[in-house]
């Protein structure tokens, strides 16, 4: 069974980058088919799709986020990494990793100064 496991900072001040990452354990991020994505809720609100990579290391990003998005990966961690630059505070949300129907169980990032 896949697990995830999201990791970085809870607090991330304005203009500056965030950065979190996805420990995947149970199966590996360069499985055939498999879509590593990133996604958010913010307080109050629905789940925001933000992009994700797939197993062959291409990437795909929301339109209304693609300028500040950049999802990696590190292969020899089985690791997976997502960087939203410019935080604002309209970007505090909980940040979940997710393939398939197996998901983290999500971080809270907060942007404040």
């Known amino acids: 069974q896949v697990q995830l496991q999201e990791s970085g900072p809870g607090l991330v001040k304005p203009s500056q980058t965030l950065s979190l990452t996805c420990t995947v354990s149970g199966g590996s991020i360069t499985t055939n088919y498999y879509y590593w994505s990133w996604i958010r809720q913010p307080p109050g609100k629905g789940l925001e799709w933000i992009g994700y990579?797939?197993?062959?290391?291409?990437?795909y990003y929301s339109p209304s986020l693609k300028s500040r998005t950049n999802i990696s990966r590190d292969t020899s961690k089985n690791q997976f990494t997502l960087q939203l630059s410019s935080v604002t505070p309209e970007d505090t949300a909980v940040y979940s990793c997710?393939?398939?129907?197996?998901w983290g169980q999500g971080t809270q990032v907060t942007v404040s100064s």
């Open positions: 997710n393939v398939q129907f197996y």
């Open positions: 990579i797939r197993y062959s290391g291409s990437t």
